[in-house]
Nanobody
């Protein structure tokens, strides 16, 4: 069991930056896969980035080169630069409390409440 709390969302203009944080109620660095997802209104939730327990990171093609994820003992970060209007949505962190990241978002058992990111043109 783990509680996840996101923060750092907000409203910015295109080209701006935001840093999201996700604090877990237990240590996750080096032990559990942690991931960021986002969901725009009327759209499916999509993966943004994930960090495996061996700290291998992967990113969605749409955010490569602009977003960077990092984690410390119990906090996951998402640095978002050069934001675009299509990045608008609710951002969630998630974990399955296992080292290897799941292949499907449906396998993630634990989710935060989300933090809203709005990018205006």
């Amino acid at each position: 069991q783990v509680d996840l709390v996101e923060s750092g969302g907000g409203s910015v203009q295109a080209g701006g930056s935001l840093r999201l944080s996700c604090t877990a109620s237990l240590a996750t660095y080096g032990t559990h896969c942690m991931a960021w997802f986002r969901q725009a209104p009327g759209q499916e939730r999509e993966g943004v980035s994930q960090i495996e327990s061996d700290v291998t990171k992967t990113y969605a093609d749409s955010v490569k080169g602009r977003f960077t994820s990092a984690n410390t003992r119990n906090t996951l970060y998402l640095q978002m630069n050069n934001l675009k209007p299509e990045d608008t949505g609710m951002y969630y962190c998630a974990t399955a409390l296992r080292g290897r990241c799941p292949a499907s978002r449906y396998e993630y058992k634990y989710w935060g409440q989300g933090t809203q990111v709005t990018v205006s043109s």
